[in-house]
């Protein structure tokens, strides 16, 4: 770890202490990572070592509560003989993202919503998953009674059948029920019914508005504290992107751009990276062969670190990555020294 990183730690460090989170022995970490299909295969066995949660991010439901999707057979295969809990991630995804009346139709008709439990079991108990991955997205707020009413029913039919729930849930710095997109969500009434909350503490900025930190940690760590003060820490999974994202400043656009590609990036565009001090995250600038002005907002290894610290000073249970395939071995070694650091 370079002097650089060492000490922004220990500029951090004091101002997590205050919050009687640290704990003189650290505790083993779960480390989940989500799996996209083929392209998730290789990290999956190159980095085992590292890993002992799988999600596989192969499944989606419709407004009827009909799940369809395939189970990746040998990826679970090989996860299970690991010791890995696997875990079926059922979301609301479209062709065109998340799907708000898919969430809507599910949540608002109970009968619906007892059908789509039943066939999230069906498909626990044919591929013989640890439990199921609720990632709702882009619910309607006025639906935020109804979806912590599904969680429920959901865990408890999930407990009996000796399943683990595990909700995804948008990152929050405060409860704000009439939030558009965070606004379904009342961290204080699901965390009696999961066995995780899954907090996607990733996307702070994307194409979809101007360029800034995917995660930056003066974003990350008002998120952490908002959410164990009303979840019991060692229930959250904290998210880590490994990833960042490449906006075409001329045309207005961007792409995602995975941990694995970035040194390529860098090298072909001769971008010098820079570190903003206020977010703890790194950045480049560059001009593409067509004239187009880029940024890339992006992870490294000494971003990375400091937020998977807080796993250690808040006593989380452990970190929720996406995804694999994006990594390489170096994400890895930066996940793992912040578990390091975060122990002292």
């Known amino acids: 770890m370079s002097i650089r990183s060492r000490f922004l730690i220990s500029l951090v460090a004091p101002l997590l202490a205050f919050t009687g989170y640290a704990h003189a022995q650290a505790q083993p970490k779960a480390v989940m990572a989500y799996y996209e299909y083929s392209g998730s295969t290789h990290s999956l066995h190159a980095f085992a070592s590292y890993l002992n949660q799988i999600p596989t991010d192969t499944w989606a439901i419709d407004r009827n509560g009909n799940v369809s ?11 299970q003989s690991h010791g ?149 820490s060692a229930k959250i999974s904290l998210g880590i992107p490994a990833y960042g994202y490449d906006w075409n400043l001329t045309k207005n656009t961007g792409v995602q751009v995975y941990w694995r590609q970035i040194p390529a990036l860098i090298t072909k565009s001769g971008a010098v990276p820079q570190w903003d001090v206020t977010s703890s995250s790194p950045y480049f600038t560059y001009t593409s062969a067509n004239g187009s002005n880029h940024v890339v907002w992006y992870e490294d290894a000494q971003s990375i670190p400091l937020k998977s610290a807080l796993t250690e000073t808040y006593n989380l249970m452990g970190v929720s990555v996406f995804a694999l395939g994006y990594d390489d071995q170096t994400f890895w070694e930066a996940i793992t020294a912040g578990f390091d650091t975060g122990q002292h």
């Open 69 to 79: 999707g395939a189970a990746p057979a040998s990826a679970l295969a090989f996860a």
């Open 84 to 232: 890995m809990q696997t875990y079926a991630t059922i979301s609301n995804f479209g062709n065109q993202g998340f799907v708000p009346l898919i969430a809507q139709h599910i949540l608002e008709h109970p009968a619906i919503r007892a059908k789509a439990i039943q066939n999230m079991l069906a498909v626990l108990a044919t591929y013989g998953y640890t439990g199921v991955n609720i990632d709702f997205e882009a619910v309607p707020h006025r639906d935020r009674a109804e979806y912590t009413a599904f969680i429920r029913e959901l865990a408890k039919a999930m407990r009996a059948a000796g399943y683990l729930t595990v909700v995804s849930v948008p990152a929050e710095l405060q409860d704000d029920p009439n939030d558009s997109w965070a606004g379904a969500f009342d961290f204080k009434a699901l965390a009696p019914n999961v066995d995780i909350l899954q907090l996607m503490t990733y996307d702070e900025n994307g194409p979809w508005g101007p360029p800034g930190p995917v995660a930056g940690l003066d974003w990350v760590l008002p998120c952490v504290q908002f959410a164990v003060s009303v979840v019991p």
